[in-house]
């Protein structure tokens, strides 16, 4: 399992390079506490209002709903492709398959309008 | 305590970045002559030595992984510079042109402003969440620089699912963006985090079902691997095979890079600075460098998947060995005995006066100096240029590492070029592109490279 | 003097140091999920927990079932319950969670079950295998899917298909009532509601 030992030390050495860099840059740089209007969120110039952290619309999530079906579709294509040259016209066919029923689903959120961004 | 601060605070920066260098540098020479007088020294190197040649693969890859780490900070300056000057071009500007030859310094020393901006932390973030966002962000860019082949034998780790793990990792900078978003108790931000995931979730579905028909035709995911399948002249290269796949994927990584034309991230039309708007300093920096490293690294797999990574377009060797110019690399420089220590002493000296001469004879205003200093900037050039081509003959790796940054660079350029060129698209358009044309389009090139590929095997 | 062929001391391969840093992690990061009051640091312990479990499975020799966990677990089912939670939490709604009304109910309960656990552990036999398992390629694992196991994967896409009509249903529901309200307009995100006279309320941190 070398490979996992040489993907953990290199996200360590790419945390630790982040941080030193950081670290540098608290060092060079001044700080000044400043008065509340420096520490609000920046809305255009006015002071902010309403809740931040509130609802909003439905679009985002079923993008996201769409795209967890069709990465667990992308994982098997993948290994579909990898053998291809095995399974060919069976495997075609079964891919086709897989896919078309998925499509159905892209089909039926395309007719709902879904996929139309509001 | 004030006594030492005052003059501190009076140092201009570059004052406070030289200073202590300049200490450093003294404490570090002192430290060397004292261990090299005690002997200490030369029993480290001996020690280290023997170390070193016992545990080789710990040591090569601590070395890869710093060189990988340490090349992504000139790659964003260069990608920077890049953007600035053509865009100017573009736009029919002069661009940068105050500091450096060209102005090609001016993305440094925009580096090391960041590196010297106030880090400022607004009230009501989460700052823990809020701290570790730009990390994530730029961790999951460089994370993906380990599967990928530079050159034959620079690769960091050769993996058998190269490509699943590069867009696996590569996938978590939407938790990044989200991050960015949330934690910054902003709307805009939110805004920003909500729609940047949006867009980068939508588009990795064409970006990974783009390559499937590169993965078909090579029968492996390694990225190494089908490097090596496209060996050859450039007619072996999949983009020959796969140019519906490489439309589809080259669309896709613009949509992933947030680069212009679907850069709505940052759109600061519409929603200031995106996640990024309460950023500042260097955890702002980490952004966009993140963002000017994932450029190289889309160009970099465009590079590798489509356009032959480090092959040469075309094989020159048989030509050469046909015209008899094979090349013997065997230099022995221990050979010349003493004679190698002239060279080293007087080989410069010599050089340069060699060099300076026509200067300062041609041209009668320039004093002495002038044109000894060119002589020698010459004489430097020279050398680099020997040293280079007789590593490009020695050594396959640096002729690949050539070829591909190479082909790498045309494909940043393109990226840059786009920016300067196209409006930004709006949301609902950006969208709707990425589910009703290019996830039906990647489906479409994969069935349709399915059933070439059984159509060529069955005339075979 | 190379690298020692196990741990000093200790006598374990070096493996097992990763097991018990993924392991550990796995427990602390899984724990934080559901003691942290903050929903959305729940979501990001959570993806965390994911990557330490991706890492115990590259340890079982199946880095393909790993990628698949980064790929799917990290990269779009964590995501997913991230919208989700970004998208209908509110300051007024619940910041408590279910368990923090219910924390000695949920104690007895943890503990009951921690007592069946470990009985059940303790009394297991644990036949291990005599050879270290050799990662199985990922090609057979292909090969299988593809020529054995055909019918199982496209009952796994009727599924996906159930999920997204399913969403697609529910939040096209949830819809309707707007789009007889603004009926052909362009899509562009609406105006913001008009400040209040005078920004004056106070920063909520």
Known sequence: MTGLWYILGFAFAGISFVFLTIGVSWLLSHRHKGDRHKGLPYESGIDTYG?????????????????????????????????FRDVLVGGLVSMAIFVGILLLGLGYAWRKGVLTWR | MSALTRPWGHLTLAGKIILPLVGLVIALTLLLLLGVATGVIPALVLFGGSLVGANLPIVRFIVAASAILLMTVPTAFVIIYMEM????????????????????????????????????????????????????????????????????????????????????????????????????????SLIGGLRAAAQVISYELPLTLGVVGVIMLAGTMSLNQIVLLQAGSFLDWFVFQQPLGFLIFFIAAVAEGNRAPFDLTEADSEIVAGFATEYSGMRFGFFFFAEYVAVFILSGLITVLFFGGWNAPLDLNPLLNWAGLSVNTGLDFGRLGVGLLFLIALGPVVGTLLLALPFWMLRSDWSVLKSLVIGFLLFNLLIMGAVGLYLAISFEAVVGLFWFIAKTYVFVFVFVWMRGTLPRVRIDQLMGFAWKWLLPAALLNLFVTALAVITVDAIR | MSLPETVPFLGWAWDDLLFLFFAGALLGTGLMVVIGR????????????????????????????????????????????????????????????????????????????????????????????????????????????????????????????????????????????????????????????????????????
Request: glycine share 10%; with cysteine.
């Open chain 1, 51 to 83: 809740d931040t952290w509130g609802r909003f619309g439905l679009s985002f999530y079923i993008y996201a709903l769409l795209f967890v079906a069709f990465d667990i579709e992308v994982i098997f294509i993948y290994l579909w492709a990898l053998v």
């Open chain 2, 85 to 188: 000057k053509f865009i100017a071009f573009i736009n029919m500007r002069l661009g940068p042109n105050r500091i450096g030859p060209w102005g090609t310094l001016q993305s440094t020393i925009h580096g090391f402003k960041v590196l010297a901006k106030e880090d400022f932390t607004p009230t009501g973030v989460d700052v823990p969440v809020f701290t570790l966002a730009p990390v994530v962000v730029y961790l999951s860019a460089v994370m993906t620089l380990l599967v990928l082949p530079f050159a034959p034998g620079l690769v960091g780790v050769d993996m058998n699912i190269g490509l699943l793990y590069f867009f696996g990792i590569g996938g978590l900078n939407v938790v990044g963006l989200l991050m960015a978003g949330w934690s910054s108790f902003n709307k805009y």
């Open chain 3, 38 to 205: 903050n929903i959305i640091r729940s979501g990001l312990w959570m993806i965390c927990c994911f990557g330490a479990l991706a890492g115990l499975y590259v340890l079982l020799g199946a880095p393909l079932i790993a990628a698949a966990q980064v790929l799917i677990y990290i990269g779009a089912i964590s995501v997913l319950v991230l919208f989700a939670v970004m998208l209908t939490q509110s300051k007024s709604g619940p910041v408590g969670l279910v368990f923090h009304h219910q924390a000695w109910a949920g104690a007895l309960a943890a503990l009951g079950i921690g007592i069946l656990v470990a009985v059940v552990v303790a009394g297991t036999a644990w036949p291990l295998a005599e050879t270290a398992r050799t990662p199985s390629p990922t090609e057979e694992l292909a090969l299988l899917l593809f020529r054995d196991y055909v019918l199982p994967l496209e009952v796994v896409s009727v599924l996906l298909l159930a999920a997204v009509i399913g969403g697609v249903f529910l939040a096209k529901r949830e819809r309707e009532p707007e789009e007889t309200i603004v009926p052909a307009e362009p899509a562009r995100e609406r105006m913001p509601a008009p400040a209040p006279a005078v920004g004056t309320r106070e920063l909520t941190p």
